[in-house]
T-cell receptor
């Protein structure tokens, strides 16, 4: 079984200030973790992924996330927010195993809406 | 543009009608997924294919829903006897077998 909890439904920051979007996960197997971004009326785009290599993962547009197994967390950060970062962000867990072996069925969090003020 | 296309982008239908959506994945991708997303929620898994074989179906996928992927290329999702609760965004994603999925723009279904 696996699940994802995004701890904030909305995060509001000023342009130029740091961004922190929090995600906790649970998984019965070694997980792969992802962050996706969804801009209004656009498809989901992969920001970054963790697949058991380096625990600090760098993604596109200056975002990065750190996998902390002891805390079962995968928080997304960016040093300086830009207006164009305003969007919905989804944390995703996917793990092999279960009744179908390597079924790789991902579970999405409910999303965090990032609001960026000028 | 991720390379995954969906058609139509919007569909308005009356309750009780049947609708069919199409997804064209990235050509070399062997896995194809369907999701449903409602307002304020993350995408929920519906079903997935590896090549032409449908390997998993969610309990969300009632018997009014059917999906196919003939020849392991494009896929269709059909909803029979639509209900107002079926109103949602239907997303398709494809992958080459790894974990990273590429999503299409979605089909927004409105049932009146």
């Amino acid at each position: 079984a696996q699940s994802v909890t995004q701890l904030d439904s909305h995060v509001s920051v000023s342009e130029g200030t740091p961004v922190l979007l929090r995600c906790n996960y649970s998984s019965s197997y070694s997980p792969s973790l992802f962050w996706y971004v969804q801009h209004p009326n656009k498809g989901l785009q992969l920001l970054l992924k963790y697949t058991s290599a380096a625990t600090l993962v760098k993604g596109i547009n200056g975002f990065e996330a750190e996998f902390k197994k002891s805390e079962t967390s995968f928080h997304l950060t960016k040093p300086s927010a830009h207006m164009s970062d305003a969007a919905e962000y989804f944390c995703v867990v996917s793990a092999s195993g279960g009744s179908s072996g390597g079924s790789y069925i991902p579970t999405f969090g409910r999303g965090t809406s990032l609001i960026v003020h000028p | 543009d991720t390379g995954v296309s969906q058609d139509p982008r919007h569909k308005i239908t009356k309750r009780g009608q049947n609708v069919t959506f199409r997804c064209d994945p990235i050509s070399e991708h062997n896995r194809l997924y369907w999701y449903r997303q409602t307002l304020g929620q993350g995408p929920e898994f519906l079903t997935y294919f590896q090549n032409e074989a449908q390997l998993e179906k969610s309990r969300l996928l009632s018997d009014r829903f059917s999906a196919e992927r003939p020849k392991g290329s494009f896929s269709t999702l059909e909803i029979q006897r639509t209900e107002q609760g079926d109103s949602a965004m239907y997303l398709c994603a494809s992958t080459s077998g790894g974990y990273e999925q590429y999503f299409g723009p979605g089909t927004r279904l409105t049932v009146t």
